[in-house]
């Protein structure tokens, strides 16, 4: 709803999670004013997590594994462990999602619980 104000005019200013600003910059040309610091540093944290397996004790572990985004609108749950395995690893972004390609198999949780 605050990306649709924006882009119409109905909305001068928002406060956004990274993904919501990023959607904002593409339909609505937004402009970042500022961004969230902890002791004068940038911050945002994401995590990539496993069950108990022996196998994954690294990044490059994860080549060949089952991984499950949380959701595409997500920030914490997609935008920034995307970002993060394709920095990694100089993976084509298009391609991420897709199984077979660094993954084996690539699922959206839809929840951070799940």
């Given amino acids: 709803v605050g990306i649709e104000a924006l882009a119409s005019g109905n909305l001068d200013i928002m406060l956004a999670s990274p993904m919501s ?14 961004t969230p610091q902890v002791e004068g ?7 990539i997590t496993q069950k108990d397996n022996e196998e994954i004790n690294n990044m490059e ?36 999602e897709q199984s077979g390609y660094f993954f084996e198999n690539v699922t959206f949780s839809e929840s951070h619980p799940n």
């Fill in 61 to 96: 572990d994860l080549k060949g594994k089952n991984f499950a985004f949380v959701n595409a609108a997500s920030s914490s749950g997609y935008l920034y462990p995307k970002g993060t395995l394709v920095q990694e690893f100089d993976l084509d972004p298009d391609l991420v």
């Fill in 41 to 47: 540093l940038e911050y945002y944290t994401a995590f």
């Fill in 21 to 34: 600003y990023y959607q904002a910059d593409k339909k609505a040309g937004a402009e970042l004013l500022v």
